[in-house]
């Protein structure tokens, strides 16, 4: 397990958790969908996946992380899905899908056992949220992009993992 420091909201942190790289196998986590049901990355097989990481919905960067990867959403080939993950409970990822007409991304948490945050590294431990970044993985369930941002206040780089899923057609 690795530790890294970020910052958020001004405040030094750590991320925990195993911390991934360009060409690791992504490993499988399971999370739960806005109606407490359990989904699984394995249901997204023969498909390049976009995961969009954010602490939360009711931030104004979370916000506009997911509305950008909404409307890029919207751009990309069937082949793409993008998967939004925080610990948000599923009741208030709803709210804001509802509210900023989130429909083409989905939209998970992983309040329950933080399954993806420790897998793939993106745990804050002084908070119990997920740090800000991308993963962009490949059909053969390789990472072929890994994004942690080190100040959680300032967006992830699009256009770079976008760029990257281009290339996986």
């Known amino acids: 397990m690795d530790n890294w420091k970020i910052s958020f909201g001004g405040h030094p942190a750590t991320l925990i958790g195993t911390h991934l790289a360009i060409g690791d196998r992504a490993p499988v986590f399971e999370v739960t969908d806005q109606n407490l049901q359990p989904v699984s990355l394995a249901q997204f097989k023969d498909r390049n996946v976009i995961i969009s990481v954010f602490p939360s919905v009711d931030t104004p960067v979370c916000a506009l992380q997911n509305i950008r990867f909404n409307k890029e959403a919207a751009k990309l080939d069937k082949d793409v899905v993008i998967i939004s993950l925080s610990v948000d409970l599923p009741f208030a990822q709803k709210r804001f899908c509802a509210a900023e007409h989130i429909e083409n991304v989905y939209v998970y948490s992983d309040y329950r056992d933080l399954d993806f945050g420790m897998k793939y590294g993106f745990v804050i431990k ?32 699009y256009d770079t993992a976008l760029k990257i899923v281009e290339t996986l057609r």
């Not at 119990?128 to 941002?149: A, Q, T």
């Open 126 to 157: 002084e908070f119990r949220l997920l740090g800000r970044g991308i993963v962009v993985i490949d059909r053969k369930r390789m990472i072929r992009h890994i994004e942690y941002v080190q100040d959680v206040s300032q967006e992830p780089d």
